[in-house]
Structure formats: C-alpha cells, structure tokens
C-alpha cells in the first residue's frame, strides 16, 4: 500500500485516542484492519481490548510475535494540526497510535510474503500506560494458544537521531511501581494537640529518609525512590491532622532489587509508624515489571537494523523508564528497541509531541527484517 495510505490511518487513530483499559473503539478499528488482511486466525478482547492475527504456515517452525500498544494518554492536546485529538483531555502522547500503524504496515507485508514455516503474530495490547495491559494478555488462555517463542517490540524515543536504533542485551527499561503510605492517628482541637496523635512527624521522617533508602539496596544497578506527593491533614486551622498520606516512585534495574527494596521500604514505614503510636497501610499502583531483553533476540534486531542501513547504539546502561513489554519478554525469548524520534522533536507526554511519520515505514521494515530472519 502507498504511504499515504498509512500517513491516513495514523492520523485517524490519532484523531480518535482512547485511555487504557477503554481502548473498545480502537480496537474495533484495528480488528477491522486485521480482517481485510485474511489472516488464518483473528482473536479479539485479549486480557481486556487486546486483538492478535496469526499467520500460520503449513510448515514447522517458530512462533514469532510483534506487539504494538492501543492506549493513549489523559493528557490535553495542544497542537492545532488536522489531525489533533478530537477529545478533550486524551491524545497519543506515547506515540502508540504510530507503534500501531507500523504493527499494521507490518501485517500487510507479512499477507504478501506469508511465513515459509512457523507462525507469525501481530498484537495490540491494552493498557499499557497503566503496566496492566501485558500482564492481562499473558493471563489471558488465549496466550497459553499463542504460544510465542520470539517476542519483539519498539518504543519511538524523542531526543535522538531520527531512525536511529538502540538496542542492549539483558536489562532494557526498569521495574517501576508507584507506593502510596497511609498514616491514620487521631485528630485532635488546634489548641490541645497532646491529646490527638499527628503524623505531622512521622510523615516529615519519611520525607527526610525515604530516598536515601534505595542507595543501600546494591550498587552494582541502578535503585531509585522519587517522593511523588504529601499530604497532611486537612486545610482547618482549628484541627491538628490524623491523617497523612505519602506517595512515592520506585524503580530499580531489576525486578529482584525492587523486591528487595520494597522489603526494605516497607519495613522501614512501618517502623516509623509504630515508633509514633499510628496504624499504617499500603497501596500498589503502575506495576511494571523489568525489560530484559535476549540476547541472540537483540542481535535480530541489529542485523535488521543494520540490513536497512539504520544506525545501531549499543547502550551501556538500561532506560530509565518503564514498559510492560516485560510481561511478554519474561513469557518468550524478547527484545524490545528504542527508535529515535529526532533530536528536537517534543519528548514524549509533552502536549504538544506527535509521533513523526517519517517512522512508520522505519519501524516496519526492521520488524519486517527479524521476521524474514526467522521464518523465511
């Protein structure tokens, strides 16, 4: 199919972005897309939104899958192209509505140049702002059907050159959850604080500790707490609080430093919380497990790279950020891969960022090449 062509179905789905776990449109479309390609197996509402086709060979062989994402972002929109977002407060700020038009380039080429042997599959995955999304599909029986041995992915990365590639071998992007700590004591009058309990010293503890606590995890990765958010009490002036509230972001290199750092955190809050007579609790939210890539799936992706004369960076150190694509990779032999999406482009969840076009055919033809490396 001519560009053009593609150019007009990135912007429809830019046109119209839905937020994880509401992805009910999009995926329609996609599914719709899909079905006009004949692929020998179209499954729908995987772990939630999620749509996969398959095309199979008659031969033995791999089962290889490429995976894009469907959700946008609750983010307001402020560029004024045609294309901008239809609905206020949600646009593709991640570029996913890009990784989905590479997927779908990607699966017209694979209905004109069928596998020579084993299976190829292409997946749109829910929620993957939210770290929910892959865990979903993995749980999803359907999975277990699939079966994948070779699991690939990209992410588009503003602030490098355009089209370059960056590729590593083991960890690739980091865990990353989000921790919200509950302090509960007894409120109590302004004028006779003795005879409630605040968290107003417990919380300015933590505050004060809290970070420094992720350096003593290891130093052989990268550990990291970012306080997010306090709140204490509420905005009376005749009330002393008793209540307070902390959240926090933790990221570690590797899923068995977040394991021990949230051992260590927790541990720590609820001693704080016990030297200062208050009932404590804890809330878990944006789980994301570790990327780690394979390495003979990572050396797939430079070849390919390399095939189409796109630059190839060998990182020494993982992405900070975070991706669910881990659930995926921990299931199969993976890899995912960092596409620069130009050195001024606005990075990612900027208001005004935009996925570049000029990445569709990029994308496409890299995973094109691992595929024809594997199954043809």
């Known amino acids: 199919m001519h560009k053009t062509h593609w150019l007009q179905i990135r912007h429809r789905l830019h046109q119209h972005p839905e937020l994880s776990g509401s992805e009910q449109a999009t995926a329609r479309f996609i599914a719709s897309q899909l079905q006009d390609l004949v692929p020998d197996r179209l499954y729908t509402d995987i772990g939630g939104h999620g749509v996969a086709a398959c095309f199979d060979s008659p031969n033995p062989g791999a ?164 306080l997010i958010h306090c709140k204490l009490g509420e905005a009376a002036f005749g009330t002393s609080p008793g209540e307070a509230e902390l959240l926090a972001t933790l990221r570690t290199e590797s899923d068995s430093a977040m394991n021990r750092l949230i051992e260590t955190v927790t541990e720590h809050c609820r001693a704080v919380a016990q030297q200062h007579s208050l009932s404590i609790s804890f809330e878990w939210n944006d789980i994301f497990a570790a990327s780690r890539n394979d390495s003979e799936c990572a050396d797939y992706v430079a070849r390919a790279a390399s095939e189409y004369g796109q630059p190839v960076q060998w990182l020494d150190e993982p992405f900070r950020w975070s991706e669910d694509f881990g659930a995926i990779s921990a299931a199969s032999r993976g890899a995912m891969f960092a596409l620069g999406a130009g050195e001024t482009t606005p990075q990612i969840h900027n208001p005004d960022y935009d996925f570049p076009d000029q990445l569709i055919p990029t994308g496409k033809d890299i995973f094109a090449a691992i595929y024809r490396q594997l199954l043809r």
């Open 63 to 226: 089962t290889v899958l490429f995976r894009a994402e469907l959700d946008a972002l609750p983010i307001n929109e402020i560029n004024t192209f045609a294309h901008r977002s239809v609905t206020p407060g949600i646009s593709h700020k991640c570029g996913h509505d890009g990784h989905m038009t590479i997927l779908l380039s990607l699966a017209s080429y694979i209905a004109n140049n069928r596998p020579e042997r084993g299976t190829v599959i292409v997946l749109f995955q829910p929620a993957e702002e939210t770290g929910e999304g892959a865990r979903a599909i993995v749980a999803d029986p359907v999975f277990s059907e699939l079966a994948p041995d070779y699991c690939f992915a990209l992410h588009n990365l503003p602030g490098y050159p355009m089209g370059q590639v960056m590729i590593r071998s083991g960890s690739f992007n980091c865990a990353s959850r989000g921790l919200t700590v509950r302090l509960t004591g007894k409120t109590a009058h302004a004028a006779y604080p003795e005879t409630g309990i605040s968290p107003a010293s417990a919380i300015a503890e933590l505050i004060q500790t809290l970070p420094g606590l992720a350096k003593n995890i290891t130093q052989e990765e990268l550990v990291m707490l970012t």
